[in-house]
């Protein structure tokens, strides 16, 4: 296993034993709280890591070795992004990630992993509701545990206060992105620079850059040392949003695990969205539009986007845009001096961005 | 002004203070997010800061001098009510709190001081999607802000570090207390003892007895030390949620700035239910659950709802449940050592739990 199979299965233990402690738990206070346990273990299931992996090579990069602590600070990146994608997945109604059902659409089925029979008994609107309740119950918990698991990772507690502001940050981006976001989707097409901006609010700080000004600042790196990662991650997150936005649309669902209808459907003011109405001539454009106007919008209707996302040059300016962002990336990495490891760790995390299954 | 004014006032002074900072910090990102800012100044206007003032109370009673650190750690108790009350007003679809529009309910209606014409032109279920996924979005903020205000609250790190497990508690607690209500909500009537249950988790932990625990422990109070604040804490919140549920059902919206349907409207499991079936005749009850079931219940069956709790006796065994849990937990009082000031800050507040507009 190479090191970046070794960081995530560290983080991945981690992550286990938070939840085997908190089910136990959970379960002392009620049994009927089992559904609430599965749906916990799930969330904590998978993913790439990549944001504990940019804390964790944030801590390296500020020349610190490695240790267990510095993993458990890096773990809790993790449930902040658990807990956003519980409640992501819920604004999105998005039924599927990473191949398994999302946790209201878990609740909903009564597919949680426990008697949930009050609410798989309910007429349909009701159990949608009870079930968005439920899950947004989930990510207020994980959000919960993030901070604490960061608190108490066990490095020195005049480390851990440095961040205070950071987290402040990370939390206003995140949740500024995402609300321009909800504002957007639906509406008109945006355009390619209003995109962008909520793909660095939403994705970049909170990916990349944020993570790694965490690490680096746990580290000891001075405010002015954090620029560095600002002209290495921003760039790499908003990468990470566009090959996220290709992979919305012209993904395999069998391989990315979630569905590639959803962004069209909701009309996801996404940057490839934007470049393509602006490629287009006025008849296809008025096509467009009109598709992604449609109220349920069907396979044959995203195969007719793909063609015109194809044909404008769209996808592949996307294609472009990912790869001018990783060498920009890469070149803000290159003008720094940092520790060996670190810099080749970032250097591959950067590549990653390239991944057709991110 | 007398001493509780006071602190209130102080309480208030600090969380007008941090969204002062926070808007700025917000609108600097986009000024979009102008309707995000107006709620949360809504959000932390109003309220008696009850949680505030027992954590506040907790530091005294521990033997600790009033200080405006201990005040901004109390204001972070605040700050997770807020956010709990704005994802549990998106959860019950409740309109109202504190006479004024709640979250969900002011985004749905573009009413969010500021330009929300997206959402306010889009159909009415997207737009109630789309408002509720806003206000979500508004709690997690909240959410973040109580843990950072809290780490940052200027107490010496190795105080606050004392109280971590204690916020995984809280944590805990609340969210399983909500869980289970949501379960049992709209289902069958629960039996006394499951009502009760749910407001040891939702209310009493969560309201008295957690943030008198935090107080204490922050002011260095023992682990076996803390007793005495469950034996207090435990009674005293079991009152105030069955005083709420009173008010719910028989409080007059002008005065207690809420609806006096929703609790009806959703069948709510709360004690004053459970009493209400388990002291009615047979041809009563059956009344009582036709009523309960109506998918629109209205004034008049409320009116009827209420008679029925009134003749069975119902109303009145609340009241005296809620006498029963304040004596208990004067006694709890009395019974340990305190300094003066705070015993009596205490007992003042078990009486609070008797007002009619709490």
Chains 1, 2 share one sequence.
């Not at 919008?297 to 063609?307: H, I, K, T, Y």
């Amino acid at each position: 296993m190479d090191d970046a199979g070794q960081l995530k299965r560290r983080i991945d233990t981690c992550l286990r034993r938070l939840v085997d402690e908190e089910e136990a738990e959970l379960l002392r206070v009620s049994g009927e709280l089992a559904p609430l346990c599965a749906q916990l273990r799930i969330s904590l299931t998978r993913g790439k890591r990549l944001r504990a992996a940019f804390l964790y090579w944030g801590w390296r990069a500020a020349g610190q070795p490695d240790c267990e602590s510095v993993v458990k600070a890096a773990a809790a990146m993790e449930l902040v992004h658990a807990a956003a994608c519980t409640h992501d997945d819920i604004i999105d109604d998005s039924r599927l990630r990473h191949g398994v059902p999302t946790a209201h659409a878990a609740f909903a089925e009564g597919r949680a992993g426990g008697a949930c029979d009050t609410a798989a008994g309910a007429p349909h609107g009701e159990r949608q509701e009870r079930s968005a309740a439920l899950a947004m119950l989930l990510g207020d918990l994980l959000m919960g545990y993030a901070g604490q698991v960061f608190a108490t990772c066990g490095l020195p507690g005049a480390y851990v206060a440095r961040t205070a502001s950071l987290w402040s940050s990370l939390l206003r981006e995140t949740v500024a992105g995402e609300f321009l976001e909800v504002l957007r989707t639906g509406g008109v097409v945006p355009k390619v620079a209003e995109s962008l901006e909520v793909a660095r609010y939403k994705t970049a700080k909170y990916t990349v850059e944020r993570p790694l000004h965490m690490g680096a600042t746990l580290g000891g790196a001075s405010p002015r040392g954090l620029d560095a990662f600002t002209g290495y991650g921003m760039p790499l997150g908003e990468a990470f949003q566009l090959r996220d936005d290709l992979l919305g649309v012209f993904g395999d669902p069998a391989e990315t695990g979630k569905s590639n209808l959803d962004d069209l459907r909701d009309k996801k003011p996404t940057a490839l969205l934007a470049v393509t109405a602006s490629l287009l001539p006025a008849g296809p454009a008025r096509q467009l539009h009109e598709v992604l106007g449609k109220p349920a919008l069907d396979e044959s209707d995203a195969a007719l986007v793909r063609e015109l996302m194809e044909d404008s040059g769209a996808r592949q300016r996307i294609e472009d845009m990912i790869q001018e962002r990783i060498a920009q990336a890469r070149a803000a990495l290159d003008s720094v001096a940092l520790p060996s490891e670190a810099r080749s760790a970032l250097r591959a995390l950067a590549g990653s961005a390239t991944d057709r299954s991110l």
